[in-house]
């Protein structure tokens, strides 16, 4: 289904073009061609740490390079066999490791089909071992599991004294999966925990306040995520818009201090392409992690072109002594810190409701007053990663312009707002979401009315094309403001 698409842009008012610059019909020529070829790609691929560095994952333990904490690595993980890091610990620090896996581009998985990861002693005894599968949208995506080497009490079997430890990567595949061939890169992270200042928690936390929150309502700012951890989106308490096109993963995070609780609800908008016929079982998957990528807990929902929501089931607030806890999603939520959402919307929903993009809405509640931490020996490495700071609020909190204004529309088609580029400090542009900030409109006599076929990913490369020009030539002196 074709939509009609009407688009006000600024041309001339007074003036020529600058010298060099092309006629304004050109310009929309190519930006148009350009627009097309855009709502035709394929969704990023991930964004790795702009300062990972590769290394090599070894065949045994005899020749595994070294990790060291704070540091984010590149490396790849064949179909068969297992792959090596190794550490060197000291007697007392907590040392978390977490891998995220990325199929190839046509990979085809299952939802039993993932990655396995290990942390094991000089002697190959398992101190941890994480899992991570594709799960029931049955859409290649990235997948992180994570496992650590943690000292004090109740820690049984593992050595827990200073020396070597190894790191083991390999693939989940059920026999004849598709997923059991082609290599997948890989995104290594190591964070080093201090132990605690005297004996720290014993027993896991008390009562704690297990209703489901109320939703939180208001205006809708606009946010784009990120293509991976490193280029995540930050967002705070509040209503935030975004969009998000069939087999993308979308990245988020959201500060949240000791004491405090978290919630999160994503809801798809409803669909205006494909046959709109059918439904996809689970077709939204939200995935929270921890500040050191550990997994806390899923939510999904199916898709029958209608909206639909995914709501995270109530968390502790942050806690040292949540890692006393039975529970693993309760014992995931031990650190003060960035928690990061993954949002994946499964491919197979491009097959009955169009690429999209669709609109996405995230829902975040962050309460509770602020608690003290707890008093560490040492530093965590990379420093102040279990701490939100005052530079982590402002990040999160809201800016000027983004607010989607009434009738401005949701993210995904809303192409009066250009897009911003990704997290500072991040590596590649973030992924596929719209636009978080709003250029004032400059002014112009002159109208271009574009109708039909350009898809709303489309209208974006367009409208952000046409400002570039716009601001180019007002800079030049070559159009009136």
Request: glycine share 16%.
């Given at each position: ?26 310009t929309v020529s190519t930006l148009y061609s350009g627009a097309s ?445």
């Amino acid at each position: 289904m074709c939509a009609t698409v009407v688009l006000t842009a600024l041309t001339a008012t007074a003036g020529a073009p600058a010298a060099g610059d092309a006629p304004v019909s050109e310009t929309v020529s190519t930006l148009y061609s350009g627009a097309s070829a855009s709502a035709a790609s394929s969704p990023p691929p991930y964004a790795f740490a702009r300062d990972a560095r590769s290394v090599e994952g070894a065949t045994g333990t005899t020749a595994a390079a070294l990790l060291e904490a704070g540091r984010a690595y590149r490396s790849s993980l064949p179909a068969v066999g297992k792959r090596y890091y190794r550490l060197e610990l000291d007697s007392a620090e907590n040392a978390y490791v977490s891998a995220t896996a990325v199929p190839g581009a046509g990979a085809q998985v299952t939802s039993s089909d993932g990655l396995k990861v290990s942390v094991q002693d000089a002697d190959g005894t398992t101190c941890s071992t994480g899992i991570a599968h594709f799960g029931p949208t049955q859409s290649p995506h990235p997948i992180v599991a994570s496992a650590s080497r943690e000292t004090g009490p109740d820690t049984y079997g593992c050595a827990v004294g200073a020396g070597v430890y190894y790191v083991v990567v390999e693939r989940r595949a059920t026999a004849g999966s598709p997923a059991a061939s082609g290599d997948w890169s890989l995104e290594l992270g190591y964070v080093s925990e201090p132990a605690p200042r005297g004996a720290g928690a014993t027993a896991p936390p008390g009562s704690w306040n297990s209703a489901s929150p109320e939703p939180v309502l208001g205006d809708a700012r606009r946010r784009a995520g990120g293509a991976g951890f490193a280029t995540a989106g930050a967002l705070g308490q509040g209503v935030w818009q975004d969009a998000i096109k069939p087999g993308q993963t979308v990245f988020y995070k959201v500060p949240v201090d000791w004491g405090q609780q978290l919630s999160a609800v994503a809801e798809l908008g409803s669909s205006t392409g494909g046959d709109g016929g059918g439904y996809v079982g689970t077709a939204l998957a939200m995935s929270l992690y921890n500040p050191v990528r550990a997994h806390v807990d899923d939510a999904g929902a199916g898709y029958s072109g209608a909206q639909a929501s995914a709501a995270l089931d109530p968390l502790p607030p942050v806690a040292y002594a949540n890692r006393r806890a039975v529970s693993d999603r309760v014992g995931a939520m031990r650190f003060a810190g960035w928690y990061y959402l993954a949002v994946h919307l499964g491919a197979p929903v491009a097959g009955r409701f169009g690429d999209g993009p669709f609109g996405l809405t995230l829902r975040v509640r962050v309460s509770g007053t602020p608690a003290a931490a707890p008093q560490y020996a040492g530093r965590s490495v990379p420093r102040d990663v279990f701490e939100v700071t005052a530079a982590d609020r402002e990040e999160a909190a809201p800016r000027p312009g983004e607010t989607v204004g009434a009738g401005g529309g949701s993210a995904a088609s809303g192409a009066d707002a250009p897009r911003r580029g990704g997290t500072p400090g991040g590596g590649a542009p973030a992924g596929g979401g719209v636009a978080a900030g709003r250029a004032d409109k400059p002014r112009g006599a002159m109208e271009l009315v574009a109708a039909g076929g350009i898809g709303t990913g489309g209208v974006l490369v367009l409208w952000l094309g046409l400002w570039t020009v716009v601001a180019r030539r007002r800079a030049r002196g070559g159009w009136a403001g």
